[in-house]
Antibody, heavy 118, light 106 residues
């Protein structure tokens, strides 16, 4: 069974750093890209970027380039999304998802809620 | 940047047909995918590459894509179909989601 299991909810202060994770199982982790998707409270889905776990090649949405870093450790089948300095506007649910044929997300993680508040 | 426009909301009577549109410039030349998201849950893929259903998705869900509009059709709507629906395409190596449509079953 394909599963993407994300790390738990986080509460952070502005200016702090954060890394959240997404562990894949039930499939060959290096055979599929992983996408990260943001959903702000009460809002729609926004694609942030993707990573090829086989070589850690990344591709970011222009809206998120420079604001977050996507990485992966294929030895433990885990992808990461990180911030060096959080802002209140980063408060959102973040989903990872498996990208099938580089085209559509066929499996999703359960989401990680990030709350940034002073 | 490429934009996908969806109606904010669609209402459908129980057992009737709902059609959700997704408008974009020459969207017919792209592969369109559709996701269903129920409150408090992660999105679920319901249609991929315009008109294909993943395993486990009822035949009541179908899709089409031509010209400047892609459409997700939900036949014989059930209460469990109430959700937000998003279309999605790729444009210039960037994934784009539609604005989302809330479907209400009356």
């Amino acid at each position: 069974e394909v599963q993407l299991v994300q790390s738990g909810a986080e509460v952070k202060k502005p200016g702090e750093s954060l890394r959240i994770s997404c562990k894949g199982s039930g499939y060959s982790f290096t055979s599929y890209w992983i996408s990260w998707v943001r959903q702000m409270p009460g809002k729609g889905l926004e694609w942030m970027g993707r990573i090829d776990p086989s070589d850690s090649y990344t591709n970011y949405s222009p809206s998120f380039q420079g604001h977050v870093t996507i990485s992966a450790d294929k030895s433990i089948s885990t992808a990461y999304l990180q911030w060096s300095s959080l802002k209140a506007s980063d408060t959102a649910m973040y989903y990872c998802a498996r990208l099938s044929h580089g085209d559509y997300e066929d499996y999703w993680g359960q989401g990680t809620l990030v709350t940034v508040s002073s | 940047s490429y934009e996908l426009t969806q109606p904010l909301s669609v209402s459908v009577a129980l057992g009737q047909t709902a059609r959700i549109t997704c408008g974009g410039n020459n969207i017919g030349s792209k592969n369109v995918h559709w996701y269903q998201q129920k409150p408090g849950q992660a999105p679920v893929l319901v249609i991929y590459r315009d008109s294909n259903r993943p395993s486990g998705i009822p035949e009541r869900f179908s899709g089409s894509n031509s010209g400047n509009t892609a459409t997700l059709t939900i036949s014989r709507a059930q209460a469990g179909d109430e959700a937000d629906y998003y279309c999605q395409v790729w444009d210039s190596s960037t994934e784009v989601f539609g604005t989302g449509t809330k479907v209400t079953v009356l």
